[in-house]
């Protein structure tokens, strides 16, 4: 159980253009969904913490109108890159908490999604 | 903000050595976890620590809890190849338990990651 996908694994997109990642919890609700970005060999930072039905809370230096994130639904959180910029290549992973249950504290992570930025 | 302090940075075993890692931070915490993360992979959960002082084993992986509450390591015994990969310790504050609508918001905090190579 707990299994988080995301789509898609891997994106090229062209300077400018807008890409959207979704992450879904198969398994579970997730009530909340957290955003990572990770740099090559370097650990995982958070960049948004997204609670369903409600504004996402970003960490300070992330931007919120280029990084829009969206909780719609128990199992559902989309990030989308808006004119993506080749310094926003990196590989982003999401993660998604459990709603209820002793264990509701858990992180379960996705596979991530590799964006390339030309 | 917080920081985990994660040692070492990078290992390189001979196969069936032991191996041995660990962090430390400035603050409490009162969940600590460990990962492993394969290339071009999410992190997955290797285990999950909920009270100071308290050791767990996950087969050939065990993981203890430091009595302080700002410390825990992660040991590995008989490395095999597949145990090739980034291990990241994680910090966690998460309220009472019962309070579980607030757990489920609780962050991580991410060491720098170790990575572990194994020669055949």
């Known amino acids: 159980g707990a299994v988080v996908s995301q789509h898609p694994s891997r994106v090229i997109c062209k300077s400018g253009t807008s890409v959207k990642i979704e992450c879904r919890s198969l398994?579970?609700?997730?009530?909340?969904m957290f955003w990572y970005r990770q740099f090559p060999k370097k650990s995982l930072m958070l960049m948004a913490t997204?609670?369903?039905?409600?504004?996402?809370?970003?960490e300070q230096g992330v931007e919120k109108d280029k990084f829009l994130i969206n909780h719609a639904s128990l199992t559902l959180s989309t990030l989308t890159v808006t004119s993506a910029h080749p310094e926003d290549s990196s590989f982003y992973i999401c993660?998604?908490?459990?709603?209820?249950?002793?264990?509701?504290?858990?992180?379960?992570f996705g596979p991530g999604t590799r964006l390339t930025v030309t | 903000g917080q920081q985990l302090n994660q040692s070492p940075q990078s290992m390189f075993i001979q196969e069936g050595e032991d191996v041995s890692m660990n962090c430390t931070s400035s603050?409490?915490?009162?969940?600590w976890l460990w990962y492993k993360q394969d290339p071009g992979e999410g992190p997955v959960l290797l285990i999950a620590?909920?009270?100071?002082?308290e050791l767990t084993s996950n087969g050939r992986l065990t993981a203890q809890f430091g009595i302080t509450r700002k410390d825990s390591f992660l040991n590995i015994s008989a490395s095999i190849p597949s145990d090739v990969g980034i291990y990241f310790c994680?910090?966690?504050?998460?309220?009472?338990?019962?309070?579980?609508?607030?757990?489920?918001?609780?962050?991580?905090?991410f060491g720098e990651g170790t990575q572990l190579t194994v020669n055949p």
């Open positions: 620590l909920y009270k100071a002082g």
């Open positions: 997204s609670n369903e039905g409600s504004k996402a809370t970003y």
């Open positions: 994680a910090g966690q504050q998460t309220p009472f338990l019962g309070r579980t609508s607030e757990a489920s918001g609780s962050r991580l905090t």
């Open positions: 993660s998604a908490s459990a709603s209820g249950g002793t264990n509701s504290y858990e992180q379960y």
């Open positions: 398994d579970f609700q997730a009530t909340t």
């Open positions: 603050s409490i915490f009162n969940t």
